[in-house]
């Protein structure tokens, strides 16, 4: 490979892991979330750093073509992220759903004493 693909590797990863740092600081990604996208980014880095090290896993696990692993990898990693987004989406849309039911209840209540407030006022 030729140094400009390390070079990009390297770049691509080092943003990445800046990134995550900076959306962390500013709070807009959890620690959680910015843990995986900081694993990731080292991950990124060593690849990019030792590529060789791909090609030394893919053949300790049997993958012929060192890319097939990445993609494999890459593929499961996004399955994950998948499926935590959808139980977190799962778990707030519950959340919404009390949380609508309880102001309806709440708002209906309100109107009950609003118009007992009335019934009295107009009774005095």
């Keep these: 490979m ?3 693909i390390y070079i990009v590797g390297i ?7 800046i990134t995550a740092f900076e959306m962390l600081r500013r709070r807009k990604l959890k620690e ?3 843990m995986w996208w900081l694993l990731a980014g080292v991950l990124m880095l060593i690849v990019a750093v030792f590529p060789a090290s791909v090609a030394w896993l893919a053949s300790l696990l049997g993958v012929e073509v ?6 494999f990898i890459a593929v499961v990693a ?7 987004h959808s139980s977190e989406l799962t778990l707030h849309e519950n959340k919404l ?6 102001h309806a209840m709440l708002q209906q209540r309100v109107e ?3 118009q007992r407030l009335a019934a009295d006022q107009s009774q005095n």
Excluded: G, K, P
């Excluded at 770049?11 to 892991?17: E, N």
């Excluded at 060192?66 to 993609?71: D, G, I, P, R, V």
């Design 2 to 4: 030729s140094i400009a």
């Design 11 to 17: 770049v691509t990863a080092t943003l990445l892991i």
């Design 32 to 34: 959680r979330h910015a």
């Design 66 to 71: 060192s890319t097939n692993l990445l993609f």
């Design 78 to 84: 996004l399955s994950l992220v998948s499926l935590q």
């Design 97 to 102: 759903r009390v949380l609508t039911e309880e």
């Design 112 to 114: 009950q004493l609003e």
